[in-house]
């Protein structure tokens, strides 16, 4: 028997479907979700202003699409941004043909841009053992924020990993901590021990005896702490350690995976393990890190390429 079509009406309404199934049954972070409300909420707006009237979900197609990327090229975004955009259009029209309705896949044939992705920013050797010497381990806020330094470059975690943390993911007889990734995927990563020791002395501070399933960082209301805050935690030991440049929660997990890839103890598989990167290739960029690393202690050491030219030649 044929498989029956399914109709739907318009964008918006389309739109609801999709968050809803991102949110109950791929179970995506928020973080997730606001993305791709915001990207389909600015092609759907575009394309009532576009055409100056409604479009029907069925007449929406390649012409309409490339129109809305150059509108966006037009506002100064960034290839990487258009192309984000792009990905919400293709993965809205994808997830309702699935769902059998009657939609073409107007972003299917629409070329993703070029761009030239920045290599990962980390921080120098001296610079992370640095900021991880920085809180000060005599007050409750120093004890939280060494041990958020100590996993974040220890582990190699996502900020939004480390926030999720509950007391109950926490083996630390084998220094072992359980973390959910993206799409919620688990995975077991060793910590270090001075992670262990900065965990061990902010679980010793607590006034009171919690659930094991607490989360392991708390405000001062009690309440797990957010990414946002930890962001804020970085831009503060920025200032105090007077560093001259920016880095965020997430340079320390480049930084982590930097600084493996150089000392030679960790392979590219090893590494991707222990940062949950579901394609090598995502990994395979911190080898660009380092060969960027190698290129410069070749400029400042080898015999080669220290020598002059000769005049004349």
Not at 266 to 293: K, M, N, P
């Amino acid at each position: 028997m044929a498989k029956q079509t399914r109709r739907i009406n318009n964008l918006s309404e389309a739109r609801e479907l999709f968050e809803a199934h991102l949110r109950n049954e791929r179970d995506s972070s928020e973080h997730t979700l606001r993305a791709y409300a915001a990207d389909l909420k600015d092609f759907d707006e575009f394309l009532a202003d576009w055409a100056q009237k409604p479009v029907p979900l069925d007449q929406i197609d390649a012409l309409a699409v490339r129109g809305y990327l150059g509108f966006l090229y037009r506002k100064g975004v960034s290839s990487t941004t258009v192309n984000r955009h792009l990905s919400s259009i293709r993965s809205l029209f994808r997830f309702l043909r699935r769902e059998g309705f009657s939609v073409t896949d107007p972003a299917g044939e629409v070329p993703s841009a070029k761009e030239n992705r920045p290599l990962p920013t980390f921080l120098p050797v001296d610079d992370a053992v640095r900021l991880m010497e920085l809180p000060d381990t005599s007050t409750p806020e120093g004890k939280r924020d060494k041990a958020i330094f100590e996993l974040l470059y220890g582990s190699g975690l996502r900020v939004s990993e480390l926030t999720g943390l509950n007391r109950s993911d926490l083996s630390m007889a084998e220094r072992l901590i359980r973390v959910r990734g993206k799409g919620r995927k688990e995975r077991i990563v060793p910590i270090t021990k001075e992670a262990a020791k900065a965990v061990e002395s902010l679980l010793a501070q607590a006034e009171t005896d919690p659930n094991e399933d607490s989360p392991l960082f708390i405000n001062k209301r009690n309440k797990r702490i957010s990414p946002a805050f930890v962001r804020s935690i970085f831009r503060a030991y920025e200032k105090k350690g007077g560093f001259s440049y920016h880095f965020t929660p997430h340079a320390l997990r480049h930084t982590a995976a930097t600084h493996l890839l150089e000392s030679q103890e960790a392979d590219l598989r090893s590494i991707q393990e222990l940062l949950g990167h579901a394609s090598l290739s995502t990994t395979q960029r911190y080898t660009q890190v380092d060969f960027s690393h190698l290129r410069a202690v070749y400029d400042d050491a080898h015999p080669r390429a220290k020598m002059k030219p000769e005049r004349g030649r």
